[in-house]
């Protein structure tokens, strides 16, 4: 069983940056973990995944260049680093945790945090 608990959220203005964190407890050797993320209305989508390594990460095209994922395995804590944020980065954002490797598909993520709020403003 694998517990994920994301923290790290606020309310900041666009163009800011803020970095959310994901502190993993359980059996989360050689998992890939990501981020996914909700808008009022809208589906959850695909944010940025991360293989056990760390060597290799997928991104949205939405957030490529502007958002980073990283994670410390001696510390159980996946991070995503969030730059020059938008107001249509305000979401829910989700961690996630999936046996093997990265993916984008939210259906092979077996774990899945609480979330935490990310608001941008104008």
């Known amino acids: 069983q694998v517990q994920l608990v994301e923290s790290g959220g606020g309310l900041v203005q666009a163009g800011a940056s803020l970095t959310l964190s994901c502190a993993a407890s359980?059996?989360?050797?050689?998992?890939?973990m990501g981020w996914f993320r909700q808008a009022p209305g809208k589906e959850q989508e695909f944010v940025a995944s991360?293989?056990?390594?760390?060597?290799?990460?997928a991104y949205a095209d939405s957030v490529k260049g502007r958002f980073t994922i990283s994670r410390d395995n001696a510390k159980n804590t996946v991070y995503l680093q969030m730059n020059s944020l938008k107001v249509e980065d305000t979401a829910v954002y989700y961690c996630?945790?999936?046996?093997?490797?990265?993916?984008?598909?939210?259906?092979?993520?077996?774990?899945w945090g609480q979330g935490t709020q990310v608001t941008v403003s104008s």
């Open positions: 996630a945790a999936k046996n093997g490797g990265v993916a984008d598909g939210r259906s092979l993520y077996g774990y």
């Open positions: 991360i293989s056990w390594s760390g060597l290799s990460t």
């Open positions: 359980g059996r989360t050797f050689s998992y890939a």
